[in-house]
Each structure stands twice: as structure tokens, then as C-alpha cells.
């Protein structure tokens, strides 16, 4: 996983291959303006990271998509949360559990939301399994970000 902080597009309009650790606040400076749409992204992207923080169960939270690319206006968000083993989907209160219900989560928040228990990925380790999500439609790779809080970085 690469330390350096958010690099130039290439010129695909992408990140360059990796999964660079960022705080939200980074996140929000390097994406969230230029334009109504991708404010209006950006305020649901906020509203899934507390939603996902209020579990006390979020072990890492991954984005990937339109929204970290020089796209001027990305249609939502595409995150991957990565959830302590001991998560229960039924703790979660009714807001909260918006998260963990792909079609409700895209129709209500605007945004792809996937989720995994650390124990659910078999085959491979939970890092490979993210790394995964660097692959594109057309099979090339791109950079992808992992939200840290402000002392992880």
C-alpha cells in the first residue's frame, strides 16, 4: 500500500495504479469542487463514512470509481467498507443499516456501498481482496483510496 499522498491523474484521467491512505479532509480538498454534482457527491460520500463510523465495527474504508478520477461529475460514490468480524447487521439502526443494502444504499444515498467481515474473504488475503477493486470495466488499473483517520496517516 503506497504512503505517498494523493498523486496526479494519469492520462486516462485515473490515479496511477495503487491504494494511496488519505484522511477524509484530504479526500474532500482533492475531489470535493469543480463542480454542483460532485459537491453533491461528496455530501453523500461524508454522510456514508459517519454512517459507517457509527457502527464502531468500520476497519477500513475503501473509494474507488468516477469520484476519485478527473471526471468533472461523477454520478455517485463507490466505496467498499471493511467490517470487523464481530459486525452484525442486525445492531445497526435503521439509517445505518441503509449501508449494508446495495440496492437501498445506491436508490437512498447515492452511492455503490459493498461491505465484507475481515473473515469473509477465503481465498486470498483482505489486502489482495481490495487491491482487486483497483480493476476497471475494461480490465486496466487505477488508484483507489483508503480513508485513514488524521494520526494514521
Request: hydrophobic letters at 40%.
Amino acid at each position: 500500500m503506497s504512503e505517498m499522498i494523493l498523486p496526479e491523474f494519469d492520462d486516462r484521467g485515473d490515479l496511477p495504479e495503487g491504494i494511496y491512505r488519505a484522511s477524509l479532509k484530504d479526500v474532500i480538498a482533492r475531489f470535493g469542487h469543480g463542480s454542483r454534482q460532485r459537491e453533491f457527491v461528496t455530501q453523500r460520500l461524508t454522510r456514508i463514512y459517519e454512517l459507517a463510523q457509527r457502527t464502531g465495527k468500520l476497519e477500513r474504508f475503501i473509494i474507488f470509481g468516477s469520484y476519485v478520477t478527473a471526471k468533472p461529475e461523477p454520478n455517485d460514490v463507490d466505496i467498499l467498507l471493511v467490517m470487523s468480524d464481530d459486525f452484525l447487521y442486525s445492531e445497526c439502526d435503521e439509517e445505518t443499516a441503509l449501508l449494508f443494502d446495495n440496492q437501498r444504499a445506491q436508490r437512498e444515498l447515492g452511492a455503490s456501498v459493498f461491505f465484507i467481515r475481515t473473515t469473509t474473504v477465503l481465498l486470498e488475503t483482505v489486502d489482495e481482496f481490495i487491491a482487486y477493486w483497483q480493476t476497471k470495466r475494461d480490465k486496466s488499473l487505477r488508484g483507489i483510496i483508503e480513508v485513514v483517520t488524521e494520526d494514521a496517516k
